[in-house]
C-alpha cells in the first residue's frame, strides 16, 4: 500500500526522472564473441542461455567475460557442451518467450535466465510477470525438452547508480518485490532453481553504464549456476 501511495505521489517526477536515464545512461553494446558452440569433453550437456543485456554480457569487453563465457569455460570442464546464447538488450520475458518459441526443434537439457529489470520498468501486473514466467518454463520443458531451469532473481536495483533517487528507490522496491514472487513462485517447482543475484553489493564492481554487472560479477554468477548444474546432473 505504501508503495502504491508513493508511486501516486510521485508519478510525475518518476516519468521525468526515467526519461532522462534512457536519454543520457551511456549504451553499452552487447560484447563480440561466439553466442553458440560445442566444446569440452564428458558427459553431453545442452544448454541454453537467454534473457536481456545481462544474459547478453553488456558491461564485458567481450563474451568470453560475459555470462556465457564463463559458464561455458566453467562447464566444459565437465561436460561435452553444446550451447546457445539467445538474448537481446531491453527483452522482456514476453519479448524473450517469443524468441525461444521461434527455436522450433531445438532441444536442450538446461536453461539459464535472466530477465525481469525490463519487466519492472515497464507497467505489468504482478499477475504479469508471473505468467509470463511460468509459460516461459512450460515452453521450456514441453517444446524444448529443458530438465532443469536456473532462473535469476532481479539484480539490486536500488544500488544502481546510474538511476537518481527517488526513482531508483521505487525501481529497487519494485524489483525486489517482483524478485519475491518469483523465488516464491518457483518453490513449488522442483526442476526449477531460483538463484539470488543479490550476491554483490559492491558498485565498484558493476559495468560503467552503473546499470549492468562487471566480469566480475558474470564469473560469480557463471560460478553460481555451474554449481547447481553439477548438483543436479549428479542426482
Known amino acids: 500500500m505504501k508503495h502504491h501511495l508513493a508511486t501516486i505521489a510521485l508519478g510525475p517526477l518518476l516519468v521525468a526522472q526515467g526519461i532522462y536515464v534512457r536519454r543520457h545512461t551511456p549504451k553499452l553494446p552487447e560484447p563480440p564473441g561466439p553466442r553458440a558452440g560445442i566444446v569440452g569433453d564428458g558427459p553431453p550437456l545442452r544448454l541454453l542461455i537467454t534473457g536481456d543485456s545481462a544474459a547478453a554480457g553488456v558491461g564485458a569487453s567481450s563474451q568470453d567475460e560475459a555470462l556465457s563465457g564463463r ?4 562447464l566444459s570442464s565437465s561436460y561435452r557442451l553444446d550451447w546457445r546464447l539467445e538474448a537481446r538488450t531491453g527483452a522482456t520475458t514476453r519479448q ?8 522450433g526443434g531445438s532441444q536442450f537439457d538446461v536453461l539459464v535466465t535472466s530477465l525481469g529489470v525490463n519487466d519492472v520498468t515497464r507497467a505489468i501486473s504482478e499477475a504479469e510477470w508471473l505468467a509470463g514466467q511460468r509459460q516461459l518454463r512450460s515452453l521450456a520443458r514441453q517444446t524444448l525438452g529443458v530438465s532443469l531451469i536456473i532462473v535469476a532473481g532481479l539484480p539490486p536495483v536500488e544500488r544502481f547508480p546510474a538511476l537518481p533517487q527517488p526513482l531508483r528507490w521505487y525501481l529497487g522496491q519494485r524489483a525486489l518485490h517482483f524478485s519475491r514472487l518469483l523465488r516464491n513462485d518457483l518453490e513449488a517447482d522442483p526442476s526449477a532453481h531460483f538463484l539470488d543475484l543479490r550476491f554483490s553489493l559492491d558498485q565498484s564492481l558493476m559495468a560503467s553504464d552503473g546499470f549492468h554487472p562487471g566480469p566480475v560479477i558474470y564469473a560469480e554468477w557463471a560460478s553460481r549456476v555451474a554449481a547447481i548444474v553439477r548438483t543436479a546432473r549428479q542426482g
Open 71 to 74: 559458464l561455458v569455460s566453467d
Open 96 to 103: 524473450t518467450l517469443t524468441r525461444l518459441q521461434r527455436l
